[in-house]
């Protein structure tokens, strides 16, 4: 099945969910950065977790950039997740390994670490972007998210992330959020009641693998609760913006010194893009181009 998005509500508007599959997208990240077993869950649930909450934006170009900094040996992660279904990102340590917990599940939590902050940018697409620190609670990036959105943006919210890999690849990826809205707010039943079942669904991976698609579980949770899917379903793939005019950009910065010394012990600049792994080449002539380019600024 494609990785792909879709949108509900329930309670009469009152409760928003989303559900999203990103099997081929971690995938893919998996294979551009070498990921371990561990890193490419820590990885794929951000992923999952950046594409959940850009989903609820409005405007095009949006995009909601997820950054973690732990204690733990995986050295933090980045990811970048956009309004048009794209995402990316990598991680900080992308070959670490670790034991499995004591429930025998990857140690996601012990390898990003328990003790640390999220960053969360909102970048609405006009005017400057709303960012947002909080502590990490626990390191397993979904109840870390989940704690942000109560905190930062005082929405009462669930969140079911998860990646299951094996030495055939990721075989399922993906990830639920829920949330009441404030009309629904001060109904205390109706998020006791979603506490409950989430709580007896078990985890998000385990429904993937057992056949489960984003509506059966959209109709498990909230079938008698005036369920509306909503007839859109959005394409999902990893996708990396990045490309030799950027680098040259960013190469152009450095200054007029700087480059003529690449020129010279070089013979051009190489650079790999954080993201997705790919090395870009700047020869000696696109060097003096921007050379050319900073005197004729600075004349």
Known sequence: MADHLIRATAADGGIRAVGVITTKAVQEAKERHQLSYVAT?????AMSSGLLLVSNMKKEGSRVNIKIRGNGPLGGLLVDARLDGTVRGYVGNPRVELPPNQQGKLDVGAA????????VVRDMGYGYPYSSTVELVSGEIGEDI???????????????VGVFADKQGVTVSGGLLLQILPKAAEEPQLAETLESRISQLGSFTSLLRQGKTLTDIFEDLLGDLG????????????????????????????????????????GGAEATCQFCGKTYWANVDHLHGLIEELKAENF
């Open 41 to 45: 869950a820590a990885l794929g649930r």
């Open 227 to 266: 369920l509306y899917i909503f007839p859109e379903i959005q394409m999902v793939r990893f996708h990396c913006n990045c490309s030799l005019e950027r680098v040259l950009g960013a190469l152009k910065m450095l200054g007029v010194d700087e480059l003529e010394d690449m020129i010279v012990k070089d």
């Open 146 to 160: 989940a704690h942000y959105l109560a905190t930062s943006e005082q929405t009462p919210s669930a969140l079911m």
């Open 112 to 119: 990003v670490g328990r003790q640390g902050y999220l960053y």
